[in-house]
């Protein structure tokens, strides 16, 4: 009754757990990098605060409007960069995740695969 026990949890809660804290890690993963509003504002001044209307002669007004562009092209840049980063790392973390879920299912039969392997007189070769 102890290994049905045992089992109906590692197979029930047990594997709800961990699929439940891999969600959770890529929610995590998702909000530090924050793609969402990466995405939203991708072409957005970078760090420029006054990044409003000037006044005064045209050149005046050139310059202020290729500093925002340049700007902008600078913030699209670290953006798409962090954003291909981002997405890079939650890949990762999908893959991790499904293998440690693939693996949380076989981790029951390793005491009976060893034992096969006992029995059968395999030896690991350490060279």
Not at 48 to 68: E, T
Not at 71 to 78: K, N, P, T, W
Request: hydrophobic share 60%; glycine share 10%; no cysteine.
């Amino acid at each position: 009754m102890f290994i049905v026990g045992i089992l109906s949890w590692w197979y029930g809660a047990g594997w709800m757990a961990r699929v439940f804290a891999v969600k959770n890690q890529l929610v995590r993963t998702y909000d530090y990098f924050s793609i969402g509003l990466l995405a939203s504002s991708l072409f957005a001044p970078y760090r420029q605060i006054s990044a409003g209307g000037v006044k005064g002669p045209v050149s005046v007004i050139l310059r202020a409007f290729f500093d925002r562009q340049l700007s902008r092209v600078i913030g699209a840049v670290a953006r798409i960069i962090l954003i291909v980063i981002g997405l890079v790392w939650i890949v990762v973390q999908v893959t991790i995740g499904v293998l440690s879920i693939v693996g949380w299912s076989m981790i029951p039969f390793a005491p009976l695969a060893g034992f096969i392997l006992m029995i059968s007189g395999w030896v690991p070769s350490w060279r």
